[in-house]
């Protein structure tokens, strides 16, 4: 109970705080990644339940859990978790887990009552960006103290996360401590050639068409890990409103630096990309759709962009080759579509 106090009072301290978006440096409960096993908590049964909020962290705990936990998100495809409030069933999923996962960072920021009440259950939850240093955050100027929670985007970024979904299994189910690390050790390596396919391909486009232009800013580690130029139409979080002035800006940009394309995406409105493309053609440039981009969700379930692997697998595919570069058409593995 002496380690499962301070990580209650952190996640009270983050409810009884601001919540802006989705952008608080938070710690909410990548303390109480240890409460479960601190109460000698651990399965009663195989396989246990693991409930996850977004598709990206169901994913990778899928991959470390392996067949000792059954893993079921309650955020599904295409919706837009800086927006997400939990429905009824989604407070019962979370409160018959065994274990509860989710990203962090206050991606899920309108659900943190929700997971005080799971955490003051007894549950242990864990935010799998727990591990990621400060140092390796961005604070965006117009979210000062806040960091970027769309970290996945990196993906050497994300490996911290599966190192920490594979630390909090251990410490949940200490039994198979082993098992959980060679599954994450596995899906590791996968990750790494994930990597340098990205760092390849983005390499290809020529330095002057490097700029990526979408929806939102959901693109910023994306753009930091790969040397690519990001522009969002709106900020990180989904609920600022894009002004005038930007996408007056992001036109000039456009007409100026012959931008190739712009790129739609599949969990925010794609009004505001369309503004962009009319004033454009209204200076006399066309700038096409490069296509849809995947950012606070992954594709359906079930498909290979449904994956953590497929989804950045097709944007780097989709940038590359919509920006001039050298990308393969079905992608890293032969899988998109």
């Not at 591990?131 to 965006?140: A, G, M, R, T, V």
Request: proline share 4%; hydrophobic share 40%; glycine share 10%.
């Amino acid at each position: 109970m002496k380690r499962l106090i301070p990580s209650l009072l952190l996640l009270l301290l983050v409810v009884a705080g601001t919540l802006i978006g989705c952008g608080d440096r938070e710690s909410t409960a990548s303390s109480s990644s240890s409460s479960g096993a601190a109460r000698g908590a651990g399965p009663q049964k195989y396989p246990y339940r693991a409930v996850t909020t977004v598709g990206m962290v169901t994913d990778i705990v899928r991959q470390v859990a392996g067949d000792k936990a059954t893993v079921s998100g309650i955020i599904g495809e295409g919706v837009d978790p800086h927006l997400y409030k939990p429905t009824r069933n989604d407070v019962a999923a979370l409160m018959d887990g065994d274990c509860i996962f989710y990203s962090g960072l206050m991606l899920e920021g309108k659900m943190s009552d929700t997971f005080v009440k799971v955490a003051t259950s007894g549950k242990p939850v864990y935010a799998v960006t727990q591990l990621i240093d400060q140092k390796f955050l961005l604070e965006p100027p117009e979210f000062a103290g806040h960091a970027d929670p769309h970290v996945w985007m990196s993906v050497p970024g994300w490996m911290k996360a599966v190192e920490a979904v594979a630390k909090s299994l251990s410490e949940y189910d200490p039994p198979n401590a082993s098992y959980y690390d060679a599954n994450a050790q596995r899906y590791l390596a996968e990750l790494k050639k994930l990597d340098d396919y990205a760092r390849t391909s983005i390499a290809s486009i020529p330095k002057a068409s490097r700029i990526l232009i979408t929806a939102h800013d959901a693109f910023n580690y994306f753009g930091r890990e790969y040397d690519i130029d990001v522009r969002g139409i709106q900020g990180i979080s989904t609920e600022s409103e894009a002004g005038l002035q930007q996408i007056n800006g992001l036109v000039n940009l456009i007409v100026t630096q012959k931008v190739q394309a712009v790129f739609t995406e599949t969990s925010v409105s794609d009004k505001n990309i369309r503004a962009l493309v009319d004033g454009a053609a209204a200076r006399g440039v066309t700038v096409k759709d490069g296509g849809k981009l995947f950012s606070d969700a992954m594709g359906a379930p079930g498909t290979y962009e449904g994956t953590y692997i497929g989804m950045i697998d097709h944007n780097i595919t989709t940038i590359t080759r919509a920006l001039g570069g050298n990308a393969p058409e079905h992608g890293m593995q032969g899988k998109l579509k």
